[in-house]
T-cell receptor, first 114, second 113 residues
Framework: QKEVEQNSGPLSVPEGAIASLNCTYS??????FFWYRQYSGKSPELIMS????GDKEDGRFTAQLNKASQYVSLLIRDSQPSDSATYLC??????????????FGQGTILTVHP | DTEVTQTPKHLVMGMTNKKSLKCEQHMGHRAMYWYKQKAKKPPELMFV???????INESVPSRFSPECPNSSLLNLHLHALQPEDSALYLCASSQEEGVDTQYFGPGTRLTVL
């Protein structure tokens, strides 16, 4: 089982819609969770960090964390064509051989079409 | 300010060349990281420096040699690289190793001929 799993997509949504990106992780002790956005040829840019169960909102972005289900998601409201990018879910692993490392999922490609 | 800078932006080198990648941060972070990213893959950790000491070396070939001259600077020295080493090389920093948000620099696009 991969430590961090995401649907690779591509996910295509119309402009103005809600885009929902999902991520599951295997290490139950993990405490720190991140979403990064990466445009083609550019470096990852932090969108959200979340540490506690529940929702965290920042503008059009909402991160949701459910530690019991080992699940973290990112909702993008009012999606814009400029949101088209690869979204990387990342977890700081709390145990095992990857202890303390920022471990990435494979990324979900999001396309927002006009 | 969450800025990490990297130079150069692009680098083309032959297999016999020696070159260096540079990274700088002025956020007072005590952990700095080198990642390698191939196309359509997530970043892969190469090295971690914590308080200017090498903390993690992910079994990277010796043709990659990291250096941390001070708490703000991180270098990656390259020698006798192979074409398969062509990738985007990312530097990141965080307040402390292993617990805090990592902020990435813009990366160096390396091509090995």
């Amino acid at each position: 089982q991969k430590e961090v799993e995401q649907n690779s997509g591509p996910l295509s949504v119309p402009e103005g819609a809600i885009a929902s990106l999902n991520c599951t992780y295997s290490d139950r002790g993990s405490q720190s969770f991140f979403w990064y956005r990466q445009y083609s040829g550019k470096s990852p840019e932090l969108i959200m960090s979340i540490y506690s169960n529940g929702d965290k909102e920042d503008g059009r972005f909402t991160a949701q964390l459910n530690k019991a289900s080992q699940y973290v998601s990112l909702l993008i409201r009012d999606s814009q064509p400029s949101d088209s990018a690869t979204y990387l879910c990342a977890v700081i692993v709390a145990g095992g051989t990857s202890y303390g490392k920022l471990t990435f999922g494979q990324g979900t490609i999001l396309t927002v079409h006009p | 300010d969450t800025e990490v800078t990297q130079t150069p932006k692009h680098l083309v080198m032959g297999m016999t060349n020696k070159k260096s990648l540079k990274c700088e941060q002025h956020m007072g972070h005590r952990a700095m990281y080198w990642y390698k990213q191939k196309a359509k893959k997530p970043p892969e950790l190469m090295f971690v420096y914590s308080y200017e000491k090498l903390s993690i070396n992910e079994s990277v070939p010796s043709r990659f040699s990291p250096e941390c001259p001070n708490s703000s600077l991180l270098n990656l020295h390259l020698h006798a690289l192979q074409p398969e080493d062509s990738a985007l090389y990312l530097c990141a920093s965080s307040q402390e190793e292993g617990v805090d948000t990592q902020y990435f620099g813009p990366g160096t696009r390396l091509t090995v001929l």
